[in-house]
């Protein structure tokens, strides 16, 4: 893309623990490549119920390519000569070849055909966006990728149940993951998309000081393989097993376990179950998350005196330590980018939590969400374009709504993709 100038909407810069220099960069100005996805064409004889189908597919590539709005201007063909035309035909229902043509550079055109999923036509028309998407840039889309989520729309009357489910990026096709009738919280995606890792708030019996049996609450960690839908316990120390998140090569999970009385973080090798302790400290560490290279791990942690982001060296106990986060009263949820080199995460301010992203060393603090209700945990896509988070709007003292919504890196809001399915939690963004 032909950038002229990067959008910032705020820059930040702390200057001490409750002192910020708020600095105004300015506005985007973007040159955007325009695409035209023609109107598909139909060379064979076709039902109505099939040419439906066909019509859909060219909906939804209008509707993928519409999230990457800071890179292209969709255009109707009658707006002239766009840097992208993008024609599909249809000579059978089996495959449909599509040409991307390059306007600028006839030579970087290109055609190839996809195999049509008549069972699926949402999954046909995603892999065709994404086809479009790496002949067009060179690289994958976020048109394939899954967001993982808890929403509470199982809860009853007199019971509030959270459970797991999955979509796709853009929102279609939810899909309920558990059958808990608990409180599940806190899921991560495994490198390979193949696994989560949850935590549950169960009961647990255990014996008290005085020897009588007692019945308290419990947060188990366990493990979901998407594949053979098969869940396994992972830790069920007395307290906290949770805020699990996976290494980079799968091996190693990282989480806050409270057995000792106290929340620190510690690493759990999935095949030996071996724990070694990674903080160390009498006040809390609680929301661990690895960058890719395996060699900084960002976390929560009330050792100022409030909750603040800290990054360490993982290959030790309380190795390398360093706080990067100095705004608003607390802090919550850090996450790294998919390259490692920022992390985003939600500060209270204002009454409200606002989403925030940092490099990773402490520089170039960046505001994303302001005048939004209260937004939280915040996911970087695979890609590193894009950011999905909650956001929750209060109607009325007894009333509040909670949905997904996806941004750009920059903070603008491309769209909400949840909508009536409960108060939804903790998006998780595939890799």
Do not use: C
Not at 249 to 275: Q, V, W
Not at 315 to 340: C, H, L, M, Q, W
């Amino acid at each position: 893309m032909k950038i002229i100038l990067l959008m910032m909407m705020m820059l930040f810069q702390a200057q001490a623990q409750d002192s910020l220099t708020v600095v105004a960069v300015g506005e985007a100005e973007i040159e955007k490549d325009s695409l035209i996805i023609a109107k598909p064409k139909v060379s064979f004889k076709a039902s109505p119920k099939i040419f439906q189908e066909i019509k859909e597919i060219g909906e939804i590539l209008k509707s993928d390519f519409s999230f990457y709005k800071h890179k292209f201007s969709l255009e109707k063909p009658s707006d002239g000569k766009p840097t992208y035309n993008i024609k599909l035909e249809f000579k059978s229902f089996n495959s449909v070849s599509v040409e991307v043509i390059n306007n600028m550079n006839s030579v970087r055109s290109s055609s190839f055909n996809v195999p049509v999923d008549a069972r699926n036509i949402i999954t046909t028309a995603h892999t065709v966006s994404n086809k479009i998407y790496e002949a067009i840039a060179g690289e994958k889309s976020i048109f394939l990728s899954k967001i993982v989520f808890v929403s509470d729309r199982v809860s009853t009357r007199k019971e509030i149940r959270k459970e797991l489910y999955i979509m796709d990026f853009d929102g279609r096709r939810k899909q309920r993951l558990t059958y808990t009738n608990s409180m599940i919280i806190s899921p991560a995606i495994s490198p390979d998309n193949s696994k989560i890792l949850y935590s549950a708030i169960e009961n647990k019996w255990k014996r008290s000081s005085r020897g009588a049996v007692i019945k308290v609450k419990n947060i188990n960690l366990y493990l979901l393989d998407l594949k053979t839908k098969k869940t396994t316990l992972i830790s069920e120390v007395d307290g906290m097993n949770s805020g699990a998140v996976f290494s980079a090569d799968g091996k190693d999970i990282f989480l806050t376990l409270t057995h000792t009385k106290n929340a620190d973080i510690y690493k759990i090798n999935l095949k030996t179950k071996k724990r070694t302790k990674i903080t160390s400290h009498f006040l809390d560490d609680v929301d661990p998350h690895i960058n890719k290279d395996g060699n900084l791990l960002t976390f929560l942690s009330g050792r100022s005196g409030r909750a603040m982001i800290y990054t360490l060296d993982p290959t030790g106990v309380e190795k390398s330590v360093k706080r990067i986060s100095y705004v608003g009263k607390f802090n919550a949820a850090p996450k790294f980018s998919p390259d490692g080199s920022q992390i985003t995460f939600s500060s209270w301010v204002d009454d409200k939590f606002d989403i925030y992203k940092i490099d990773s060393n402490g520089q170039n603090l960046v505001r994303l969400t302001k005048n939004f209700g209260s937004n939280e945990e915040a996911n970087f896509s695979p890609d590193g374009q894009f950011i999905v988070f909650s956001s929750q709007k209060v109607i009325n003292r007894k009333k509040a709504i909670q949905n997904i919504y996806i941004m750009n890196v920059e903070g603008e809001i491309i769209k909400k993709v949840s909508s009536n399915y409960g108060k939804i939690f903790t998006p998780r963004w595939s890799n």
